[in-house]
């Protein structure tokens, strides 16, 4: 018995494994098991986990070489990610939490923010965007016509997006 409970797990972490290499050989553009330290976000996303800037930093010094050079191997990238993803970090938050995050943005109450609103509270609160993570929020979040984020649709297609 606790011979196949020991070959589930290895099938559960070689599962693990091949999904990081995937995912990772997406941005080997080189093909050389190497990518950019600007892609590992990316990458980490890509694999269904959502970490801080923060704690996307904390895994880059986990996984970057003592002399950082600017790219990530792959050898590194695997047993950080494959912890990662087997103690399941940096999950997705939950619809009903974005849902009081947008609300408590919404000082009218009106189901909807404008444009101006969320740059500002996007860029000067908190851990701030990227000018990048700001421009992709918008091209998915705003109503092009209206130049409102309707918050309520937009944690449906995030949550879409997740699934």
Same mark, same amino acid.
């Given at each position: 018995?606790?011979?196949?409970?020991?070959?589930? !797990?290895?099938?559960?972490?070689?599962?693990? +494994?091949?999904?990081?290499?995937? @995912? &990772? $050989?997406?941005? *080997?553009?080189?093909?050389?098991?190497?990518?950019?330290?600007?892609?590992?976000?990316?990458?980490?996303?890509?694999?269904?986990?959502?970490?801080?800037?923060?704690?996307?930093?904390?895994?880059?010094?986990?996984?970057?070489?003592?002399?950082?050079?600017?790219?990530?191997?792959?050898?590194?990238?695997?047993?950080?990610?494959?912890?990662?993803?087997? !103690?399941?970090?940096?999950?997705?938050?939950? +619809?009903?939490?974005?849902?009081? @995050? &947008? $609300?408590?943005? *919404?000082?009218?109450?009106?189901?909807?923010?404008?444009?101006?609103?969320?740059?500002?509270?996007?860029?000067?609160?908190?851990?701030?965007?990227?000018?990048?993570?700001?421009?992709?929020?918008?091209?998915?979040?705003?109503?092009?016509?209206?130049?409102?984020?309707?918050?309520?649709?937009?944690?449906?297609?995030?949550?879409?997006?997740?699934?």
């Amino acid at each position: 018995m606790a011979q196949q409970a020991g070959s589930g !797990e290895d099938r559960v972490e070689a599962e693990i +494994e091949k999904k990081v290499i995937e @995912a &990772f $050989e997406v941005f *080997d553009h080189e093909c050389n098991k190497t990518v950019d330290v600007r892609e590992i976000g990316s990458i980490v996303r890509s694999l269904g986990c959502y970490p801080t800037e923060a704690e996307l930093q904390e895994l880059l010094a986990e996984i970057e070489e003592e002399e950082p050079t600017g790219y990530i191997h792959l050898e590194k990238f695997i047993p950080v990610m494959r912890k990662v993803l087997l !103690e399941r970090s940096y999950q997705p938050i939950p +619809e009903d939490v974005l849902l009081h @995050a &947008f $609300e408590a943005l *919404d000082e009218n109450k009106c189901g909807y923010l404008t444009k101006e609103q969320l740059v500002k509270y996007m860029t000067e609160e908190g851990e701030p965007f990227t000018q990048e993570e700001m421009e992709d929020m918008l091209s998915a979040a705003l109503d092009p016509e209206t130049n409102i984020i309707r918050y309520k649709d937009y944690i449906t297609l995030m949550i879409a997006d997740d699934a």
